[in-house]
């Protein structure tokens, strides 16, 4: 059984090697939120056939689906208060809020709405009728952008979508925000040159650690899944975490 002092100290390393994490408090508290509304799962009694597929390729035992949240509309208040404060406390010149279409947009609406901002979103291909633009609800006077996504993994989809923005617009992103950040390394080399902080409500090992307080995994399989967060690729093999 993981004791208290072990888990504390686990979560003080991550915080120290995680510094995406905007706040420890938030971290935890949305971490909880994944794990209870299961849009993020562990099954560790899959076989490597039935393991799910993500969008990079790799098959894991595990998945994020962050579009499950909005099942509870408590959590989904919470979370867009979250959102909120992180935007006033990290960005306080910002002046509009930008997402990504389509799982963005929902969460960027509701903090725009919040704050009094004016919300625009760009899509991953040009509209084909109409103005045929990549950026909707955009103005000229979008100067200061705080972009908002469910989730960020290696940074390429944000990475073009921020290309495509200063392709129609003048703008300067201030960051980007998310819920869970994976924190790869290359999210840096696609993110670094174009977008001022990166931060996030939660993090990868905060999940493992909303997951093992709830005995859903051990702390040794916590281990292994670290090491896979270490070498995220194709080619890493899960063997030692099956269940017999």
Known sequence: MLTKEKLEEKVAETNRRIPIVFNEHIANRVADFFIDTKSY???LEKNPEEYFLWKSGIRAPFYCNCRNITSNPRVT?????????VVEDGFPEVDSIVSLATAGIGWGSRVSEKLGLPFGYIRSAVKEHGIKKYCEGITQSSKNVVIIDDLVAEGGSIKNSIENLNNEFDTNILGVLS????????????LSNNVGKIYSLTSYPHLLNSAMRRNLITEEEVEQLEHFYQNPTKEFSFNSLKRK
């Open 41 to 43: 799962i562990i099954d």
């Open 77 to 85: 208040s919470r979370i867009s208060d979250y959102l909120a404060e």
């Open 179 to 190: 819920l869970i950040n994976w924190n790869f390394k290359k999210m840096y080399q696609n």
